[in-house]
């Protein structure tokens, strides 16, 4: 009897239940339940099967990327991996763990550089879950594109899942597909009916800050509300108790005594990992073979995926080495530095390790819908796994030198040699992205060649930017329109609405040429977000040709795409109410909001989720609803949630009633006010206090407000000086004034910490605003103007600006008294700034002079941009034109940071340009001898512009340097990556 067969016969017990593949059986009495399962190599062959391996079957931590160890090789007679020491961010993920084998869905994201361990840590997190008698599954989405795998696979996830997202930045980064991922995570996450599941996730330190950063254009909205709250982080070295439990565990494993003994600065994990060898194998490595590392991490932090193509290294390397390196490199180079850079060491493995040919793992079996293929394109995530692109063999990088690249050549665009080598070779998912790369760094021509290519092999979004990229350029051409349209794949709403809103404002023609092809009889309905986006193109195509695209609409519509979407998503039905609404779709807005309704109320049971949901619908909408006779059961989810909200939480609470007071929902608002927030809200911090006030009174529950202040009067904590100010500005403006009295009479001015001038000083403007004259007294005689610390300067400027709004002039002589510009700190630009402008407008000139004579510009940090703007403009208002000097001497155009998420260089680069006309003198008139600041300003000014340019593209920042002179017009046709304009192209030289 085979293995699997006794496996069969031992398990056959309990209901009737098959779980694998079928199993024929003669007369069997009673109840049958067979599990059979088969090993994780065989992957997924069966439609219909659950995501995912069984638990107990996933023993190979390296086939989850745990990286290997030192002294791990086949034949060592080590274990696979060393011996583990748990850390503080294990106990913190075994809590999360706890919480899921409990039944409650969790999600933890552990964020650390590369080789700290984080995915060890999830690694060995797994262990309670093995012990569980639930069949708990592994799920590892990798295939065709990890972000699409995610997207084809989650909607089958069933509950006893732990989904592995290791390097998460490629399921939820990739836009747009990696806002759907998110998005659908939440839903996962969410769902009561689908749990309990477990998230394991890992980031870098920089990815967080890209996925939970907010920007102007909000690209990771939803990828933020997924992570946040949620970090785990894993530090880079192993610290106090850390050490210790690792010298206690040293005996047991030869490589943790080798670690503890040789790692520097604690770095044990990147010992272990081998990242010593790697670098030095790096550093050491001849020219042309560093030159290949060079294009390996270009590639990788540019947007190419984790696989990368052979040729593409092999080709892009040689423009990385100078004329002579390149004359001194014989014929045989790379296969010299294919050895070198494969070869492993100590049981580590190389800097490049090959790909493993053959089917990918964990994927299901058969042909892939068209869109599986390319939804993933331009994410950097691209697989190579022999799609017919002839990418040759396929190495990854190791993680640590990926990590150094993005670290260590942030500021270097690769040579000509890197973009044509990765527009002829790269993964054509990954080309978009690295189009995309290529455009903010200003290689508008490389960039356009990408973006045609990627338009070729089907990328959903390339064909828009194709369009706007060469319509700038050439906007007669009609080629690129054409092209795109061609090209556009019909069956997705989000991309025909992208291309729509591209030609509307640029090819009337091209608009009429794609809603010819009927996109909206072909396109999907299950996404709402991509209906939604789809009338709003149509709207604009509406422009051009309004009766092609009013046409489309009517035909969009008679599909009746309210009645297919997918209803899990509250923003995504949200946006698609607002466009029915905009289209006139009022039958449709009343199915879409019935069905939402109907979900929310089967399926929705969280209070939180259910607060999103009125959210993210909203007042105005609900309002639209009603005339449409599907207000009803949108209210009784208000129902639920003003009957399951909890008073300890206030600011949800305030949040709601200001939304049923805005919707207007008046039966719920009374409803809630009937539960009595007011006797109930917790009185922790005034701010929520206030927030609650300020909706009770919004509602006229003037009885709750009344109970309220009282309560917060007579109790709340008198230590926070900023909480109680608040407190008593909102009394004021209410208009309680027994409460306001209460407070008063409790005598906050004595408990006042005097170790924040800030606060002294906002405390003295509220009282003084409140009228408690008695109580400013009491605060101005414990003379905290000579007990603040002086230690901050932009402290010291507020209570200055303070005393003075007060009157209190004996306060500020003590303060001015105590020399508090000889004692702050230097560092803060902004401090420094708001202290100079506080002294100049009291006309405290002695002051300034003497702030200005501890040479300030020379000590500040140069690190925010708009900071050193600001004190730059500080500085010339005050005439400290030395310090302009000094500042601009320091090189503020080389040493600020110009590549940080949402930070803007606007306010340098105009204070740069403003300072640079002020220090130029009227044309025809020659400098007189007075004017040498004047052309040392200019100079500095030029300089400072010049340098801060040469930084912008490869920053990414192609706009900003477009800002600077005469650059638009000299790099109309984009620059080179050599950093010369580039000569005028066109559509011909895209061939």
């Known amino acids: 009897m085979s293995d699997d067969a006794a496996q069969i016969r031992n398990e056959i017990s309990g209901h009737a239940s098959v779980d694998g593949p079928v199993v024929q059986a003669g007369s069997i009495h009673g109840g049958v339940h067979i599990h059979y399962e088969s090993a994780p190599e065989a992957g997924r062959g069966r439609a219909g099967e659950r995501p995912g391996w ?89 295939d065709p594109t990890r972000p699409q795998a995610a997207l084809d696979e989650l909607p089958d996830l069933a509950p006893y899942t732990v989904v592995w997202l290791n390097e998460a930045q490629f399921y939820l980064a990739p836009d747009p597909v990696g806002e759907q991922v998110a998005a659908r995570l939440r839903n996962l996450l969410r769902d009561p009916g689908r749990g309990p599941v477990l998230v394991l996730a890992t980031l870098w330190p920089d990815h967080w800050v890209t996925l939970t950063a907010r920007t102007e254009r909000d690209r990771h909205a939803q990828a933020r509300e997924l992570l946040v709250g949620h970090k785990i982080s894993v530090p880079d070295a192993f610290t106090g108790t850390d050490l210790d439990s690792l010298a206690g565990e040293a005996g047991r494993d030869v490589r943790l005594g080798e670690a503890a003994e040789n790692a520097e600065d604690g770095q044990i ?36 995926g984790p696989r990368i193509p052979w040729p593409l290294l092999e080709q892009a390397a040689p423009g990385y080495l100078s004329e002579r390196e390149w004359d001194l490199t014989g014929a045989d180079w790379a296969e010299h530095a294919r050895d070198h850079v494969t070869m492993p060491c100590n049981g580590v493995p190389g800097i490049l390790t090959p790909v493993r040919p053959g089917m990918p793992r964990n994927q299901r079996g058969g042909p892939r819908t068209s869109t599986g293929a390319t939804a993933g394109a331009g994410t950097g995530t691209g697989t190579g796994t022999g799609t017919g692109t002839g990418q040759g063999q396929l190495y990854r990088l190791a993680d640590y030198l990926d990590q150094h690249g993005r670290r260590h050549r942030a500021d270097r665009i690769p040579p000509i040699d890197f973009w044509t080598a990765t527009s002829a070779h790269a993964h054509h998912a ?34 828009s930017a194709l369009v706007e990229s060469l319509h700038a350029l050439r906007p007669t051409d009609s080629r690129p329109g054409s092209y795109a349209v061609a090209h556009a794949p019909s069956s997705d709403p989000s991309a025909v609405a992208a291309l729509l809103r591209s030609l509307t404002a640029l090819e009337s023609d091209r608009v009429a040429e794609l809603l010819g092809r009927d996109p909206a009889v072909h396109i999907t309905l299950d996404n709402p977000h991509a209906v939604a986006g789809m009338l ?17 609409k009517e035909v969009l519509l008679a599909r009746n795409p309210a009645a ?101 929902a008046d039966d719920q608002v009374a409803a809630l006010v009937a539960r009595d927030p007011g006797a109930h809200t917790p009185l922790d911090t005034s701010f929520d206090v206030t927030l609650t006030l300020r909706q009770l009174s919004a509602v006229k529950a003037h009885d709750q407000v009344l109970v309220l202040a009282e309560r917060a009067a007579s109790h709340i904590p008198l230590d926070n000086t900023r909480e109680v100010s608040h407190l008593l500005t909102w009394l004021s403006m209410a208009g309680t004034r027994g409460a306001m009295a209460t407070l008063l009479d409790r005598d906050p001015a004595t408990h006042v910490s005097l170790d924040n001038p800030s606060h002294v000083g906002a405390m003295l403007y509220t009282l003084r605003q ?27 400027s507020g209570l200055l600006t303070w005393l003075r ?187």
């Open 269 to 304: 994990t990147q010992y272990l990992a081998g990242v010593p060898v790697l670098l030095d194998r790096y550093k050491e490595a001849p020219p042309a073979t560093r030159a290949l590392v060079h294009a390996a991490m270009d590639a990788r932090r540019l947007g190419c």
């Open 430 to 463: 990954d080309l978009r992205g690295l189009g995309d790369a290529a455009r903010a760094r200003g290689l508008y021509r490389d960039a356009a060649h990408m973006h045609k290519r990627a338009t070729a092999h089907g990328d959903a979004f390339a064909p």
């Open 54 to 142: 069984p638990l107990r079957k996933v023993t190979d931590p390296f086939h989850l990327e745990v990286h290997h160890a030192i002294g791990s090789a086949v034949g060592s007679g080590l274990p696979p991996l060393p011996a583990y020491v748990s850390r503080e961010h294990d106990r913190l993920l075994g809590e999360v763990v706890a919480r899921a084998a409990e039944g409650v869905s969790r999600i933890a994201v552990l964020v650390g550089g590369s080789s700290t361990g984080k995915t060890r840590a999830c690694w060995e997190a797994l262990a309670p879950l093995r012990r569980r008698k639930e069949p708990w599954r592994l799920w590892h989405p990798i």
């Open 805 to 991: 709004e007060v009157g209190a002039g004996d306060q500020i002589d003590v303060l001015l008294g105590r020399d508090p510009v000889g004692h702050v700190a230097l560092d803060d630009p902004n401090g420094v700034a708001a202290l100079l402008d506080t002294l100049y407008e009291t006309g405290e000139m002695d002051q300034v002079d003497r702030l200005v004579a501890r040479d300030p510009a020379a000590r500040v940090s140069l690190d925010d941009p708009d900071a050193v703007a600001g004190l730059l403009r500080s500085l010339l208002n005050t005439g400290a034109e030395e310090q302009v000097g000094v500042l601009l001497g320091r090189g503020p155009g080389i040493r600020t940071t110009v590549d940080r998420p949402g930070r803007s260089l606007d306010a340098l680069l105009d204070g740069l340009h403003r300072l640079r006309e002020q220090a130029r003198w009227p044309a025809g008139r020659p400098p007189t001898s007075g004017s040498s600041d004047r052309v040392s300003h200019l100079r500095e000014a030029e300089a400072q512009l010049s340098a801060l340019g040469e930084r912008l593209p490869a920053a990414r920042k192609f706009d900003e340097f477009l800002r600077i002179d005469d650059h638009r017009e000299r790099f109309r046709f984009g620059r080179e990556p050599d950093g010369s304009p580039a000569d005028p192209w066109g559509w011909d030289d895209l061939e």
């Open 564 to 664: 297919h979407v997918d209803v899990s998503d509250p923003h995504g039905v949200s946006g698609l109410l607002y466009w029915l609404r905009y289209v006139g779709a009022r039958e449709q807005q009343a199915v879409l909001a019935e069905r939402a309704a109907a979900y929310v109320l089967d399926s929705v049971h969280d209070v939180n989720e259910l607060i999103g949901w009125l959210q993210a619908i909203g007042p105005l909408e609900l309002g639209w609803l009603g005339a449409v006779g599907a207000q009803g059961k949108a209210l009784q989810v208000a129902d639920r949630v003003v009957a399951g909200v909890s008073f300890d939480d206030p600011r949800k609470v305030a949040y709601l009633l200001e939304l049923l007071n805005e919707i207007p």
């Open 536 to 552: 709003s193109g149509l709207c604009h195509a509406s422009l051009c040709d309004p009766a092609r695209a009013n046409g489309q």
């Open 770 to 796: 409140v009228g408690a004259d008695d109580q400013m007294g009491v605060l101005l005689a414990r003379d905290p103007a000579g007990r603040v610390p002086l230690s901050d300067p932009g402290a010291v």
